[in-house]
């Protein structure tokens, strides 16, 4: 199975932007299917973005559309998610996501990373 690790979560203020990063070691980041869920404070984890095996697709959730970008290099085995024009709202714990089925629910996900933490001042 896969395994999941991110990074590049922190504080910034709002309007600012970041990336983060989701590395995949194991089994062949090639075969999944990705995504981003997010979760904040007393709040369910949500959708945020997904992208199929080979990049030509992606999906978005509505709040995010616009702003975020998915991507993915399958060649270095990594997710990424571009955060532009970030709101206080969009704090939460990230989380990247694996399933051989497109994860745009929870419901699908076979494999979670462990999160990073994204901060935004207003």
């Known amino acids: 199975q896969v395994r999941l690790v991110e990074s590049g979560g922190g504080l910034v203020q709002a309007g600012g932007s970041l990336r983060l990063s989701c590395a995949a070691y194991g089994r062949t980041f090639s075969n999944y299917n990705m995504g981003w869920f997010r979760q904040a404070p007393g709040k369910e984890r949500e959708f945020v973005a997904a992208?199929?095996?080979?990049?030509?697709?992606?999906y978005y959730a509505n709040f995010v559309k616009g702003r975020f970008t998915i991507s993915r290099d399958n060649a270095e085995n990594t997710l990424y998610l571009q955060m532009n024009s970030l709101k206080p709202e969009d704090a939460a714990v990230y989380y990247c996501?694996?399933?051989?089925?497109?994860?745009?629910?929870?419901?699908?996900?076979?494999?979670w990373g462990q999160g990073t933490l994204v901060t935004v001042s207003s």
């Open positions: 996501a694996a399933s051989r089925g497109l994860p745009t629910m929870t419901s699908r996900v076979e494999v």
């Open positions: 992208i199929n095996i080979v990049g030509s697709t992606t």
